[in-house]
């Protein structure tokens, strides 16, 4: 996936954000509910988020493809612990944090994916997937599904 200095800052400042609004979400704003910080506590848990999510962004969008796993899956772990990663809703693959997940791993902890998996990985319909399969653009499993590594190159997985 080649892109320009300009495109790669934009994905970095849009996955910065989706990071850090999804963090402040599901752990910050219950974690202040139920701690009532001060204003000088909420201000520093706010500047270190923003350091973290810096970090976060630089091992995502950066060259080390283990470290960019490690650290999605970790992400993936805090932040969506209690959602089964079979059940990730659709819309989420769409967001700039499902779309760094989508071209670095796939569909986490999987090789074989239903079509409708796959189709939301891919943002297109399971007929677009379907056809995808019958030109031999995406590999099909004996189960009728497709190859997570098959979703991955399509996206242009950044191996």
Sequence with gaps: MSTTRTEHDVHAAALAADLASTVRRRVLDPLEILL?????????????????????????????TAEAVATASRLLAALFGDVDEQSMPRAWWATPFGRVVAHRMGYPGRTELTRAEAAALLGITRQGVHDLVGRGKLDRTTAGGVTNESVRARLGGLS
């Design 36 to 64: 009532a910080p001060s204003a000088a506590d909420a201000r520093r848990l706010d500047a270190r988020l923003n350091e973290a999510v810096d970090d976060w962004v630089a091992s995502l969008l950066g060259d080390n």
